[in-house]
């Protein structure tokens, strides 16, 4: 399984970007997907999750109300919208990650639950 994040960038607070994270190598409707934030001397921080069929999704209490996480099945992509952009969105990597996992239902938030990482997209927001 390869993971393609791709959509970082630098923006202004108040702005938006649309990452996205592309998966291949398997069927990707079978994957549960996860967004993480990291900065350098910082642990990974949990930003986003959505289940294989998209029926649940979670979000950070940081992001909630500005982010919003969709999956393409179709074109084996999920997204995460993020809007309202402050400077404490900014981190060095935005990182996907995805797991094996039929639960329609389930969320996962810690990146140990997650097998599989792509290499990760800078998104810088400036005040």
């Known amino acids: 399984v390869q993971l393609q994040a791709s959509g970082g960038g630098l923006v202004q607070a108040g702005d938006s970007l649309r990452l996205a994270c592309a998966l291949s190598?398997?069927?990707?409707?079978?994957?549960?997907v996860g967004w993480f934030r990291q900065t350098p001397g910082k642990e990974r921080e949990f930003v986003a999750s959505i289940s294989w069929s998209g029926e649940s999704t979670y979000f950070a209490d940081s992001v909630k109300g500005r982010f919003t996480i969709s999956r393409d099945n179709a074109e084996n992509t999920v997204y995460l919208q993020m809007n309202s952009l402050k400077p404490e969105d900014t981190a060095e990597n935005y990182y996907c990650?995805?797991?094996?996992?039929?639960?329609?239902?389930?969320?996962?938030?810690?990146?140990?639950?997650?097998?599989?990482w792509g290499q990760g997209t800078q998104v810088t927001v400036s005040s």
């Open positions: 190598g398997r069927t990707f409707s079978d994957y549960s």
């Open positions: 990650a995805a797991r094996f996992d039929l639960c329609s239902t389930c969320y996962y938030t810690r990146p140990g639950e997650y097998v599989y």
